[in-house]
């Protein structure tokens, strides 16, 4: 089966090509209607808890161990880790937290299922290590099986000129904090 879709399906591939290079002209541009202006930052954090949100999962399913990731305490724990960490700092910490997790759970003989609580309050403490201890946390590099999403590479590349390297900043405040 093929999933097939197009950009206003009923008109000429020369209009929609207008229609496309007229988009990636005004977002490249900088001048942006008012409204958007107030929107980048909440976009930003909202690409970089969605990413840092994938990378979790993807740690623990390497791992076996379960996650829902519409859990609102894990979500608020990532989102804390934001305030002061860029996406690939945050990552690391993940990591971190994953790998710790399995251990203490192989010692403690706690269950898979309670894999999520155990990360996430392994991270929580963490965070807060590294912030009282104001430790160097090294930045990870993106996972290879986690690719940029498109809205990513729209935004930061098209949209906003930063390319990858949001990666490694600290997203900056905004209403999703």
């Known amino acids: 089966m093929s999933c097939e879709w197009l950009l206003l ?17 005004t977002l490249s541009s900088g001048n942006w209607p008012p409204e958007w202006e107030d929107e980048i930052d909440t976009l930003w954090n909202m690409i970089a808890l969605g990413e840092c949100t994938a990378h979790l999962e993807a740690l623990h399913h390497e791992r076996n161990l379960e996650f829902e990731v519409s859990d609102a305490k894990t979500t608020e724990v990532v989102k804390r880790a934001l305030l002061s960490f860029s996406p690939a700092q945050v990552i690391n910490l993940c990591w971190q937290s994953a790998r710790d997790a399995v251990d ?13 609580s155990v990360v996430r309050g392994i991270l929580d403490r963490k965070i807060d290590k590294y912030l009282a201890n104001d430790w160097k946390l090294n930045p990870s590099r993106r996972d290879r099986r986690l690719p940029r999403s498109a809205i990513s590479v729209v935004f930061f590349d098209v949209v906003t000129g930063f390319g990858d390297e949001y990666f490694n900043e600290v997203p900056p405040q905004s209403s999703v904090n």
């Open 104 to 116: 203490y759970m192989a010692k403690k003989q706690i269950g898979r299922g309670a894999g999520q």
């Open 9 to 25: 399906p009923a008109n000429e591939f020369a209009c929609r090509r207008t229609l496309i290079e007229g988009c990636q002209s």
